[in-house]
């Protein structure tokens, strides 16, 4: 085998968001591109000489060709072990734990997420580093750079690896470890959890239902729910993997998996229902009648997790992306902990969590996780609130009910606006936040704006600072909106457009959702002249 440097000239727009680089799945096919973003992470992070690192994705198409590509390339630059989910797989929280427990140096995830998959779809590639959390802002700004100015790579001159086998195989002068994806996670999960308490509970008779969404968590699922817990058979839907999805959007939201929202709202629903996304790292909480918003979810799990071994011992902290709702915050308060407020993305946590200061995280998008790994955990969530509902015995209407309850509730929805034109959409931000000094005490729609600011992040471990984070927008009564583009798109803009409202443990604790934040959404919509600028009316996906 002998090692080859090739000449390359820089892609364009090589540039990590809030979660690696995603772009459609013929931009990465394109010869070369895969090997500069991944000479360029090797750049930034000083080489991969002598390091251990973990590799694996999604499955989504082009999933097992990037990986054969990364495999030959750490061999080239002399990585002395890389260790591979078998067929290419691992989920992004498996991988998180992976990375952890070899004490490898970093790991490289082949995911876009929630993002459609297949040759006309999207496909995506980051970098996590040694404490299995993606890599910060530091790192990934080291790796744009790279990328603009790279003019070489290497590979090795030889054929694939047979990624279906497990065991070890030398590739050049690196060892290749497969691995089964699940165990190692699997174990993990019994270790935080009371499995006992979980299996009694499915054994009683309480039904539950996991949608896999056809993606990486089906077999995690299987091996837990099924066979691990005792779930019957048929407790996972759509637990294969597919290249495309089943041509799904691998989204756990109301919207792309209506099928299994449709089947808890019904009478002889299930009990409890749960999905994660494309790389498993998301979750959707429901109960029979009942959708958990994931900034609920995460309060509730917050006011609960005690409950569950792996957490016996309480919480230090929580802390939720700043357009996560403030439901979290109340919690935290009433345990005199601290809750910290993050940008968007799951690197931001990363500090909080290694510094011991937070032990819980979450955001709005469905993310939920702890200190176990670094990265949100899909599963995690679904079973840590299996273990709450086996403690308390109670439904999770009941959980939710009790919780406002106790704290009030706070309404929230996001309302995605998809696909704008890239200007307009830029435009719309900019002139919005050069008004922002102004706005407070004037009105718009029927609500007097009471701030408004653009969000800046301190970290309080490292001191680094992250601006331009989001516009939030709070209203006299309790509501607050906030404004802020997606980094995770790879078409056009999509304008995020988050809307909360508080109502006390003594207020109106039964409105429905949208209901409830109408006159938000107008007064918002109205301030930033979403009509006018974008041509748009209606947001494309409400959640
Ligand atoms: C979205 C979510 C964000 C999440 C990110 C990655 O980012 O809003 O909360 O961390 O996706 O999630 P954006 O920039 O599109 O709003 V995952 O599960 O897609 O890796
Ligand atoms: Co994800």
Known sequence: MTILTQACTPFE????????????????????????????????????QGKTLVVGGDGRY?????????????????????VVGRGGLLSTPAASNLIRQ????????????????????????????SNGGPAPESVTGAIFEQTQSLSSYKTLDTGDINLARMGEVMLGDTRVEIVDPVSDYAALMQALFDFDAIRALISDGFSIRFDAMHAVTGPYARTILEDMLGAPEGTV???????????????????????????????DGPDFAAASDGDGDRNMILGRGVYVTPS???????????LAPGYSQGLAGVARSMPTSRACDRVAEAMGIACYETPTGWKFFGNLLDAGRATLCGEE???????????????????????????????????????????????????????????????????LSNTLAELPDKTAGSLTIETADQFTYHDPVDGSVSHNQGLRISFAGGGRAVLRLSGTGTEGATLRIYLELY?????????????ALRGISAATRELCQLTERTGRTEPDVVT
């Open 237 to 267: 839907l759509n637990g294969v993997p597919l290249v495309d999805f089943g041509k799904g959007h691998p989204d756990p939201n109301p919207i792309w998996a209506k099928p299994l929202v449709d089947m808890v709202m019904a009478e």
């Open 296 to 306: 609920d979810s995460l309060a509730v799990l917050a006011a609960n997790a005690h």
């Open 13 to 48: 727009g090589q540039k990590p968001g809030t979660s690696g680089l995603r772009k459609k799945t013929k931009v990465f096919m394109q010869p070369g591109y895969v090997e500069c973003f991944v000479q360029s992470i090797f750049n930034a992070i000083g080489g991969v």
């Open 365 to 431: 998008s469905a993310g939920t996780g702890s200190d176990h790994v670094r990265e949100k955990d899909g599963l995690w969530a679904v079973l840590l609130w299996l273990n709450i509902l086996a403690v308390r015995q109670i439904g999770v209407q009941e959980i939710l009910q009790d919780h406002w309850q106790t704290y009030g509730r706070n309404y929230y929805s996001r309302h995605d606006y998809e696909a704008i034109a890239t200007d307009p959409a830029q435009d719309l931000m900019q002139n």
């Open 102 to 129: 070899r004490k490898a140096d970093g790991g490289l995830i082949l995911s876009a997420s929630h993002n459609p998959g297949g040759i006309d779809a999207d496909f995506g590639l980051k970098y996590n580093i």
């Open 503 to 515: 109502e006390p443990p003594t207020g109106q604790l039964d409105m429905e959702s949208q209901e």
């Open 62 to 82: 082009f999933n097992a060709e990037a990986i054969q590509t990364i495999l030959r390339m750490a061999s080239a630059s002399g990585a002395e072990r890389v």
